[in-house]
């Protein structure tokens, strides 16, 4: 394990899920950041808070065009220990063995650490960097509202920042000249192909529907099978349409992960079900082929138990696709290692839109992610640390 992994290997522990639960601006949070703060200003690193809560720590004169490294220290509920911490843990492993070299840079650096990448407090992931970039307006930002009914604003001038100067922060991404993320990998990519380390190629484009099947309520005691048109075996057999359309087109993911049977009694047939897609693939064009193809299959079969179904769009990404000149410019810096694409999202795709971005990957050798199961080895770990040392020095 890196040194400083186990240094917050006790902070934000929780109990009831397992793993950890760190949400920006609580308490297990606030823990890291001073952690952070205090293991980055021990290696000589000057350390300040933007506007949006993101940490930076410099090294050397802050920008312009500075090389920045980072991820960040916020988890999902009953998170891993390593998607984010890992990546900043080996920014400041890796710059303190350039310092410990002799190196020295002849270009701006600084470890960037994002505010709520996972969006588990506020409900909105990659909140700090879509701030910064104006992906997020900053008035729906301050209107947020965390399960304990506290606003993103009052939440963020708890935590000392002004909530009137939320928001797009130029001043902040004119200073990155390019952005580098290592991070956990959070699939089986690495596994497949038996390396250590991978650059990221893209980002998968990501949709979600609301799938609605509407039927006939009725007696589930005085109604004949033959009469029904109940619309929760119409949505079993729209959730097994799913699944056999994704499995048959390679590299798609489609998920059915949440429903809401109204009205459901125990005693009831439903009068309608609401199903929620989550649908993934490497284009925008294929994961909209893909939705069209679930469509039809979806109408086809609810038809047949004669109910009727509406498909209504709540979210859209488009792919992201990390800078290719990067990622060559990567992969021959560390011998050919492999560019996988990934379905999660990152502050550096978000960034993607402003600076040339780039991600490498440590293997995961559980391919479970946002659980305990998480997990890097010692030697993979160090593997990532080294890689990123040597873009670092080759950037530098
Ligand atoms: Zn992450």
């Not at 529907?209 to 589930?220: D, E, F, S």
């Amino acid at each position: 394990m890196l040194a400083g992994l186990d240094e917050i290997a006790g902070t934000g522990r929780d109990a009831q899920r397992g793993g950890y639960s760190r949400h920006v601006w609580q308490a297990a949070d606030l823990e890291l950041r001073a952690w952070f703060i205090e293991r980055a200003e021990r290696i000589g690193l000057a350390v300040e808070t933007d506007r949006n809560g993101n940490i930076w720590a410099w090294w050397g004169e802050p920008g312009p065009d500075a090389v920045v490294t980072g991820s960040h220290l916020d988890s999902v509920p009953g998170g891993g220990a390593f998607d984010g911490p890992l990546g900043v843990v080996s920014s400041l492993d890796a710059i303190a063995r350039l310092q410990a070299s002799g190196f020295v840079p002849s270009r701006a650096c600084a470890i960037l650490v994002f505010a709520e990448e996972e969006g588990s407090r506020f409900g909105i992931a990659c909140l700090g960097s879509r701030l910064m970039t104006g992906a997020l307006h900053a008035d729906r930002a301050r209107a947020l509202v965390d399960p304990d009914g506290i606003t993103l604003a009052d939440a963020a001038a708890r935590a000392g920042l002004d909530p009137a100067r939320l928001g797009t922060d130029r001043e902040s991404l004119e200073r990155i000249g390019l952005f580098v993320e290592l991070h956990v990998e959070q699939g089986r990519g690495l596994i497949d192909l038996g390396g250590p380390v991978a650059v990221a190629s893209s980002i998968l484009a990501h949709g979600r529907w609301r799938l609605t099947v509407t039927g006939q309520g009725n007696h589930a005691g005085a109604t004949l099978m033959a009469d029904r048109r109940d619309p929760m075996v119409a949505a079993a057999r729209a959730v097994l349409a799913v699944q056999d359309t994704a499995a048959a087109r390679p590299g798609t993911r489609a998920t059915v992960g949440r429903m809401n049977i109204v009205p459901g009694g125990t005693n009831v047939i439903p009068s309608s079900v609401q199903a929620w897609l989550d649908a993934r693939a490497e284009t925008d064009e294929e994961t909209r082929a893909l939705l069209g193809e679930i469509t039809a299959a979806v109408e086809a079969v609810v038809a047949e138990n004669g109910c009727s179904v509406s498909v209504v769009e709540e979210s859209w990404a488009d792919a992201v696709h990390f800078d290719p000149e990067l990622r060559d410019r990567f992969s021959a810096v560390l011998g050919d290692v492999p560019a996988l694409a990934t379905g999660a999202g990152h502050d550096s795709g978000v960034l993607t839109a402003s600076v040339p971005s780039a991600m490498l990957f440590v293997r995961n050798p559980t391919g479970i992610s946002h659980s305990p199961e998480e997990f890097a080895s010692a030697d993979d770990c160090v593997a990532g640390v080294e890689a990123l040392e040597k873009l670092l020095r080759t950037l530098l």
